[in-house]
């Protein structure tokens, strides 16, 4: 338990925090995915994974700017960038759920 005396709680929770968000939004974009597939049309002409990736992308940062809007926090442009890049991930879990994330994570939390 020594690595528990440099760590600052508020990172934790913070850390936490965004973890659960991400498993929220890979929820939400998976019960709109599955609806939208439902769609004979739909599931035809776009293919599971092009559709989960662009409601991340449309999903994670419209929500991001209602929560800071809600919050009444000023948005800076690399808060809505990260929110790109946390759609990404959200589609990752949405697609292959957490299994893939954490063998990714624990390949690259190994090579250093």
């Not at 338990?1 to 890979?26: Q, S, Y």
């Not at 609806?35 to 940062?61: G, N």
């Not at 700017?65 to 879990?93: D, G, N, R, T």
Request: charged share 15%.
């Amino acid at each position: 338990m020594e690595f528990m005396n440099g760590l600052d709680l508020t990172t934790l929770v913070g850390g936490t925090k965004a973890v659960a968000l991400i498993g929220l939004m890979a929820f939400i974009v998976s019960c709109i995915t599955e609806v939208l597939k439902t769609w004979e049309w739909l599931d035809k002409k776009v293919p599971t994974a092009l559709l989960v990736i662009c409601l991340s992308l449309v999903i994670c940062p419209v929500t991001m700017l209602a929560l800071f809007a809600w919050a009444k926090q000023p948005i800076v442009w690399y808060e809505v960038f990260a929110s790109f890049i946390a759609a990404f991930i959200v589609a990752l879990v949405s697609m292959n759920g957490w299994e893939h994330v954490t063998d990714l994570a624990k390949r690259m939390l190994k090579d250093e």
